[in-house]
């Protein structure tokens, strides 16, 4: 199964108005979870994405927190900020491996092509290189949580 059919999944799911969907196949279990963690937005979240046959040593499945609607005054502050956000699906980790130190912090600088952090998707770590050099202002994203394709990670002060 690839991306663009969990994403067409997970759309459908959305529009049935199930509040719960398990797929169970040959090599790979999806469960999809509508409005879940008492969101009432309707928001939809993979929970999980397990290849099968294969032992998840040491590897919980984070849940994503719905995220609420900043208010206006915040957005227009934020206006002069550079968002950097995902460009796939998957699970994001602020660090190499859980024994490092994560790759940037708030406040540090960065330059065009640093890494900012790894997207794991299908047990494939991609990493994350910024396409702007200026300060991290704010991380958008919990460790070891669940991003969709264009989900804000990071904001970038270029000043």
């Excluded at 969990?6 to 797929?23: P, R």
């Excluded at 460790?143 to 970038?156: A, G, K, R």
């Amino acid at each position: 199964m690839d991306i663009k059919e969990i994403q067409n999944l997970i759309k459908f799911v959305a529009k049935s108005g199930a509040s719960e969907v398990k797929l169970e196949m040959e090599d790979i279990k999806i469960t999809i979870r509508t409005g879940a963690l008492g969101s009432s937005s309707g928001e939809t979240t993979i929970l999980q994405q397990i290849p099968m046959g294969q032992p998840q040593m040491g590897q919980q499945p984070a849940a994503a927190a719905p995220t609420e609607a900043a208010p206006a005054k915040k957005e227009s502050e934020d206006d002069k900020y550079i968002t950097i956000k995902s460009p796939i699906i998957g699970t994001f980790y602020r660090k190499p491996s859980p024994d490092k130190p994560s790759f940037v912090e708030v406040g540090d600088t960065i330059n065009q092509g640093d890494v900012l952090c790894v997207i794991e998707a299908m047990k494939l770590f991609n990493d994350i290189e910024s396409e702007v050099s200026g300060k991290i202002v704010k991380v958008l994203v919990d460790d070891s949580s669940p991003v969709e394709f264009d989900q804000p990670l990071f904001l970038v002060d270029p000043s």
